[in-house]
């Protein structure tokens, strides 16, 4: 099969012969440079404004496991998989208040519950726990509304204030607003190190 093909065999046996030669013996690919120049502080930073921040807070993952930075590597994992314990989330933590967004609270027949009296005011406003992904994943499906669910939060309003809702809603411009003050938060504790 070869043998009748020789210049075939000794080509594929000296392209062969390269990649060995390339793989153990040279200078890295530009590849391999490339990426770890985008694994880099300032390869992040470089690309904050280009990529989605899901890809970004990837990357920051990354370069804090090389740099063996645990506290940006938890934060970096917390905001792009979401504030929940399953991610590390500490039971002595809050999600930050730079998630906190407002909300319209929606029962089985999408009627919205209407709270207008001051000191209940903060039922109105929660800190989304979701993770960017999922935020960029929402965004993605062009709806003004994003609508999530809290049973939690559910259950507190059931008992406290006897109405039954099922989900509540915020606006993309909020969901916007998270991801905008998550990318300024990764240009500065980048910035800082």
Not at 61 to 66: G, I, L, S
Not at 96 to 119: A, W
Not at 133 to 150: F, L, P, Q, T
Request: aromatic fraction near 10%; hydrophobic fraction near 40%; charged fraction near 25%.
């Amino acid at each position: 099969m070869y043998l009748d093909e020789p210049y075939t065999f000794l080509l594929g046996l000296i392209g062969v012969g390269i990649g060995l030669i390339r793989r153990y013996f040279l200078p890295k690919s530009i590849q391999q440079e490339k990426l770890e120049n985008l694994v880099s502080k300032n390869g992040i930073l470089n690309s904050i404004y280009k990529k989605d921040l899901s890809d970004i807070l990837s990357l920051v993952v990354v370069f804090a496991k090389k740099s063996k930075n645990t506290e940006l590597e938890r934060w970096a994992k917390l905001e792009l998989h979401g504030w929940f314990s399953e991610n590390g989330m500490l039971e002595t933590e809050i999600v930050p208040e730079y998630r906190s967004v407002s909300i319209q609270h929606y029962d089985r027949f999408n009627c919205s519950l209407l709270i207008t009296q001051k000191k209940l005011n903060f039922i109105n406003e929660t800190r989304i726990r979701n993770g960017i992904r999922e935020i960029e994943g929402e965004m993605s499906k062009n709806y003004d509304v994003i609508y999530a669910y809290d049973p939690n939060f559910i259950e507190t309003l059931k008992n406290s204030l006897n109405v039954n809702v099922i989900k509540y809603g915020f606006t993309v411009s909020s969901a916007r607003s998270i991801i905008e003050k998550v990318k300024l938060l990764v240009v500065y504790k980048l910035s800082s190190l």
